[in-house]
């Protein structure tokens, strides 16, 4: 993610402009505005972020009103319809009145089982980014901070963990601790990712180090946390922000495929990557279409949408940057 | 240059280390007993008698230090060593596992290469064409275009194409356009690998291919804002030679550095890609060892991996030199 600066400038001018058009005369007082009153304004004008916001809360609704799902249907999440839900030689039955989006291959609702896959996706998505991005910032700011011995020795573990595959280590630690559960997927999401954001927070650190303010603080006595926590904390967290809400989809997309290759979720919990590795075992999928095509359109919306609200945090805190989709 | 290149290859050296080290004492140390992996070795009607010689013949009983040293260095009767090349037999079929890697990784590497050249080339392309009018159709339409394959993960994608190019085209149109699954040495028939391999290239590369366009749009736009791009087409340059020449080259070095670590990532192994189209390169052996639980394939094929991604990143250093004068080797 690099640093440009096109159309840089442009979008705050515009702001400022629209402010004062909108004000009437009696409210124009000067009103100082913070750095997250700024951003968060430059995303509300941001169109395509706050569709992009509404698709995941309504995602978020059905991840929360799953079982709403299996009311009006009338199909358990795990019930399988061994007579109306598969055809006579046992194959899924397509999407029609009785099953909106089709059955899989054990005769299940793929609706209600998208919508408890939701559950999943989310809960793992957003936990795992906000453990990485968490020990990330810790690890980046002990090895900006103290330098030296610490800096060598949590770099060389960055570069140790940037040059493992992850994924077949994740494969291979899955066979060795014995198949696969939501905990391993965490962990092995999380003990790879934390490594990029250790190196973005360092970076800002070694610089932010050197400043005025912070030998000011060390020179009245502060603490060496309190300098880290409270000095320069907050100079990187906006970043920080950032880097997290491009994360959530990279870790949902993680969970699906870690899933896939079955060592993450494991039946019968609903789970998008779950049930498109059911739709590949055997080719199910060349004859049921719908089982493999509706879960990944799940996936698809989820992580694009995310994608779309990552990028425009990413241009409300730093409309400088070059905006990664226009 | 030299003083550079020693140092960059100790440090990648040091990192090799220390991944064999972290990966042994995860795989070797990780939960299971010395007993557990003789009976996987002996089978599961072996006596007692030859499981205790097996453990014995495998060093099983020796300290986790010692086991470590043997698979450094060897431990003088059997094996040889990871440093003379030798990564131990596997579990199974007691063959070594430098065996299996070497019919494993060319399968990889055209998988990989090849679809690195057409990201490459695909996501150039459409950057430049997008930095060279920013905001205009074209721009937005490759913007578009990028945003929904980077959202895309590769084993959907692999399995749509798989069933819409190769299996609905087959049987619902009779146009046999793309080959199942499968490999086909390229010793053996060039135009059949080539063609085995379209589909696995296409699903790699255009997932790969939406982040090199973003990288050079943004890179390439950064780059023509330059004093020297002015100067280039206010001597009366030719604008393709601007763009091209002046512009491009400047531009490529985050580029190359994305290259690089993707590149050698892919080699380590396209776990997903080899499993949707059945290839039987580096990732698919690594899940059947781990289906297995053959601990020396895995640690073998991790050790390689994480060696190609090493040996990409010091290429990656050597090629950013030539490309940028202004970058120093110290």
Not at chain 1, 28 to 43: C, N, S
Not at chain 2, 73 to 98: A, C, E, M, S, W
Not at chain 2, 154 to 176: I, P, R
Request: hydrophobic share 50%; with cysteine; aromatic share 10%.
């Amino acid at each position: 993610m690099t640093i440009g600066n096109v159309g840089g400038g442009t979008e705050l001018d515009v702001l400022a402009e629209g402010e004062l058009e909108e004000l009437p005369e009696a409210a124009k007082v000067i009103q100082g505005r913070g750095p997250w009153r700024l951003a968060y304004e430059r995303l509300r004008r941001d169109r395509a972020a706050v569709i992009s916001a509404v698709i995941i809360v309504i995602i978020v609704a059905c991840a929360a009103g799953a079982a709403l799902f299996a009311t009006i249907t009338g199909h358990g999440v795990n019930q399988q319809f061994r007579i109306i839900g598969e055809t006579p030689d046992g194959f899924p039955v397509g999407p029609g009145g009785k099953f909106w989006l089709g059955t899989d291959d054990q005769g299940r609702d793929v609706l209600v089982r998208i919508a408890y896959g939701a559950r999943v996706s989310l809960l793992i998505g957003v936990v795992t980014s906000l453990i990485t991005v968490t020990f990330g910032t810790i690890m980046g700011l002990m090895a900006g901070y103290f330098g030296r011995f610490v800096d060598t020795l949590i770099s060389r573990i960055i570069d140790v963990t940037l040059s493992i595959p992850f994924l077949l280590f994740a494969v291979a630690l899955a066979a060795v601790e014995g198949g696969g559960s939501i905990l391993l997927v965490v962990i092995v999401l999380a003990g790879f990712g934390w490594s990029s954001v250790a190196r973005i927070v360092r970076g800002q650190v070694l610089s932010i180090r050197e400043r005025e303010y912070i030998e000011a603080a060390r020179s009245l006595g502060a603490s060496s946390w309190r300098i880290m926590f409270i000095d320069i904390l907050p100079n990187v967290i906006a970043q920080v922000i950032v880097y997290a809400s491009l994360l959530i989809p990279l870790s949902i997309v993680g969970e699906a495929t870690l899933s896939f290759l079955s060592i993450g979720v494991q039946p019968p919990t609903a789970d998008w990557g779950a049930m498109i590795a059911s739709a590949q075992q055997g080719g199910v999928y060349q004859a049921a279409w719908w089982f493999l095509v509706f879960p990944g359109l799940a996936l698809l919306i989820t992580t694009l949408a995310f994608n779309i609200l990552g990028d425009g945090i990413r241009d409300a805190f730093d409309p400088r940057s070059d905006r990664l989709f226009v | 240059m030299a003083r550079f290149l020693v140092r960059r290859i100790a440090q990648g050296a040091l990192v090799m280390w220390l991944v064999s080290i972290a990966s042994f004492l995860l795989f070797f140390a990780g939960g299971q007993g010395p007993l557990s992996v003789a009976r996987r070795i002996g089978g599961k009607a072996a006596s007692p008698q030859l499981l205790q010689r097996i453990i014995h013949d495998h060093d099983l009983d020796r300290p986790l230090y010692k086991q470590y040293w043997y698979f450094l260095f060897g431990n003088g009767h059997g094996t040889k060593g990871l440093v003379r090349g030798d990564l131990g037999q596997d579990y199974y079929y007691q063959i070594p596992v430098t065996h299996l890697l070497k019919t494993a990784a060319p399968i990889t590497l055209s998988l990989a290469l090849g679809a690195a050249v057409l990201w490459l080339l695909m996501g150039v392309a459409s950057g430049i064409l997008s930095a060279v009018k920013p905001r205009s159709f074209l721009d937005r339409f490759f913007t578009g275009i990028a945003l929904f394959f980077y959202s895309l993960p590769t084993f959907v994608l692999g399995l749509l194409l798989l069933l819409f190019l190769y299996f609905d085209l087959s049987t619902k149109a009779h146009l046999h356009l793309f080959p199942a699954a499968g490999y086909v040495d390229l010793t053996q028939n060039p135009w059949e690998w080539a063609h085995h391999l379209m589909l696995p290239w296409i699903t790699l590369a255009v997932v790969s291919a939406a982040a090199y366009t973003r990288l050079t749009r943004s890179s390439m736009l950064d780059v023509l804002g330059e004093d020297y791009i002015r100067t280039g087409r206010a001597k009366g340059l030719t604008e393709r030679r601007v763009i091209l020449r002046h512009g491009l080259r400047a531009a490529l070095t985050p580029i190359v550095t994305q290259f690089g670590i993707d590149v050698g990532v892919l080699i380590g192994g396209a776990v997903i890609t080899e499993t949707v189209f059945s290839m039987q390169g580096l990732g698919y052996q690594a899940i059947q060892a781990i289906s297995n639980q053959d601990l020396p394939v895995i640690l073998g094929i991790v050790i390689v991996a994480s060696a190609a991604v090493v040996i990409a990143n010091i290429v990656v250093d050597i090629i950013y030199a030539i490309l940028d004068p202004r970058v120093r080797l110290s």
